[in-house]
T-cell receptor, first 113, second 114 residues
Framework: KNQVEQSPQSLIILEGKNCTLQ??????????LRWYKQDTGRGPVSLTI?????NTKSNGRYTATLDADTKQSSLHITASQLSDSASYIC????????????FGTGTRLTIIP | DSGVTQTPKHLITATGQRVTLRCSPR?????VYWYQQSLDQGLQFLIQ???????AKGNILERFSAQQFPDLHSELNLSSLELGDSALYFC?????????????FGSGTRLTVV
């Protein structure tokens, strides 16, 4: 069964600190992995998309890594800002003719001043 | 503004009623996807349309139906509403049948069933 598990479920850090969110998946056959940021009550916004051959991808202060061998990904946020408070969702795509996306339940990140 | 427009933003209705949610995809996008997100739950895929035809089906209840019109906007119809149908409903769009290059979410419709 295709699954995406994210940890931690929630995280609280001080403004200016760094943090790392984890995503483990069992999706097969793997096509790509995406990280989304979802502000409360808003639609998810794409941060990064990585295919099998990509190990690292950055988007400003966000850096995603992918280890396709261990089926793990991480999202590292540097110098956190109050606006980083949101849920971060890991989404893994399997493609076997029809594409199927499996969503993680997200990590709720709270940045405190 | 993501370019994906969902209306209405909020909807409050009674149990047993029927509602229609509307989604206009980003200009040039042919695929529309519908998702349900209940409180503190992950996004649940409901259904996908590509250029007017149903392309993939997820965990969509029989009480729910959708269609995509020639102008590519899509409607999600929810009938015989129950309290448990209260959720955020998101629409997303992409250029092709596959979302491998990413797709764009709308800001959602918050449905409250009382």
């Amino acid at each position: 069964k295709n699954q995406v598990e994210q940890s931690p479920q929630s995280l609280i850090i001080l403004e200016g600190k760094n943090c790392t969110l984890q995503c483990n998946y069992t999706v097969s056959p793997f096509s790509n992995l995406r990280w989304y940021k979802q502000d409360t009550g808003r639609g998810p916004v794409s941060l990064t998309i990585m295919t099998f051959s990509e190990n690292t991808k950055s988007n400003g202060r966000y850096t995603a890594t992918l280890d396709a061998d261990t089926k793990q990904s991480s999202l590292h946020i540097t110098a956190s800002q109050l606006s980083d408070s949101a849920s971060y969702i890991c989404v893994v795509s399997a493609n076997f003719g029809n594409e199927k996306l499996t969503f993680g339940t997200g990590t709720r990140l709270t940045i405190i001043p | 503004d993501s370019g994906v427009t969902q209306t209405p933003k909020h909807l409050i209705t009674a149990t047993g009623q029927r509602v229609t949610l509307r989604c206009s995809p980003r200009s040039g996008d042919l695929s529309v996807y519908w998702y349900q997100q209940s409180l503190d739950q992950g996004l649940q895929f409901l259904i996908q349309y590509y250029n007017g035809e149903e392309r993939a089906k997820g965990n969509i209840l029989e009480r729910f139906s959708a269609q995509q019109f020639p102008d590519l906007h899509s409607e999600l119809n929810l009938s015989s509403l129950e309290l448990g149908d209260s959720a955020l409903y998101f629409c997303a769009s992409s250029v092709g049948q596959l979302a491998v290059y990413g797709y764009t979410f709308g800001s959602g419709t918050r449905l409250t069933v009382v």
